[in-house]
């Protein structure tokens, strides 16, 4: 009988029961999803990254139109380098389209822009391609078009990032955001991508070299959309990226479109300072591939939150 009694349903349920610990990190993850649940939309953390978005996409046209128009008449023939640091300018640009898709995996975003959204976004690239083409053909017209191409990205895209930083609530009683060392796939393609940048900052006066350099990146990045289930692509990069590596990106990405509107001011950047600043955008990148992320928090299991929120049924008593 005795033997019965330590092989009974009752004992078995007990060696499950969950611990003190596994049962305050259920009701930590379940007051996180509450708040959640009570913000009724996105977290203000996918607020400040679509605001961080809204600014890239303004300032990439605004950069890009005023480097490839700012010699209109004299740049194909006494300026080929400018056309050569535009061009330097889609490797970032389709490497922040290619992590944002990881970026949204990681905060459960779906969605697609309103109809009110893409109108402005349309007449945008429909205005960058008509100034592009003034360019082509050497027609020259006034910067304040470049301005207001850029505002009519920015505004519909800025704004509502705005508002919802505004209207989204601050989650009560939030414990502090655990942090993890990035996966080992993401800390190379991390320190890959500090390379590139790096790479494309020093050979951005040579013409033959930053070719070669954008070529390859963008092979590189197109690969990420066929091998979408492979931990070592952009996407899983952006999911698990937290802010610092998204600030370290953005310095990589500043220091490109600095260089790149350097060129069309006159200014001429020696090869000593494009090395230097090569290297320190490469350096930066590395250390954000070395540093923590914050954790993605996982969906809570609803069995086990009413395990522990529940008590365990009394034991029934032995009829023998």
Do not use: C
Not at 145 to 159: D, E, F, R, S
Not at 202 to 220: K, P, Q, R, Y
Not at 223 to 233: A, G, H, I, K
Not at 301 to 319: C, I, T
């Amino acid at each position: 009988m005795e033997s019965e009694s330590h092989d009974s349903p009752s004992a078995t349920d007990a060696s499950l029961a969950p611990t003190g610990k596994d049962a305050s990190q259920l009701l930590e993850q379940h007051a996180s999803m509450r708040d959640s649940v009570q913000q009724r939309g996105p977290s203000r953390g996918f607020a400040w990254f679509q605001l961080w978005a809204g600014l890239m996409t303004p300032i990439y046209i605004a950069v890009f139109l005023f480097a490839f128009s700012a010699d209109a008449g004299t740049a194909g023939d006494n300026h080929p380098g400018n056309f050569s640091q535009t061009s330097l300018l889609i490797v970032p640009i389709l490497a922040f389209s290619t992590l944002t898709i990881g970026a949204r995996e990681r905060f459960g975003i779906r969605t697609s822009l309103p109809r009110l959204i893409w109108i402005p976004l349309v007449a945008a690239l429909v205005g960058m391609a008509a100034l592009s083409g003034l360019s082509v053909f050497d027609i020259p017209y006034p910067r304040w078009l470049i301005v207001l191409v850029a505002l009519t990205a920015l505004i519909p895209l800025v704004v509502p990032a705005v508002i919802r930083l505004v209207r989204t609530p601050r989650p009560h009683d939030q414990a502090p955001a655990a942090y993890a060392m990035l996966s080992r796939p993401v800390r190379f393609t991390t320190a890959i991508i500090g390379a590139v940048a790096g790479l494309l900052v020093t050979s951005g006066t040579n013409v033959i070299v930053a070719t070669l350099v954008m070529l390859v990146a963008s092979v590189g990045i197109m690969l990420s959309f066929v091998l979408n289930e492979s931990p070592w692509t952009l996407p899983r990069a952006g999911y698990e990226w937290g802010w610092i590596q998204w600030t370290a990106f953005a310095l990589a990405t500043s220091t490109l479109f600095l260089f790149a509107v350097l060129n069309p001011l006159s200014v001429t950047v020696s090869p000593a300072v494009s090395v230097l600043s090569g290297i320190a955008v490469f350096a930066i990148m590395l250390v954000a591939a070395a540093l923590p992320a914050p954790v993605i928090e996982e969906p809570v299991d609803a069995a086990s939150l009413s395990a522990v929120q529940a008590p365990a049924p009394a034991p029934a008593p032995d009829a023998s």
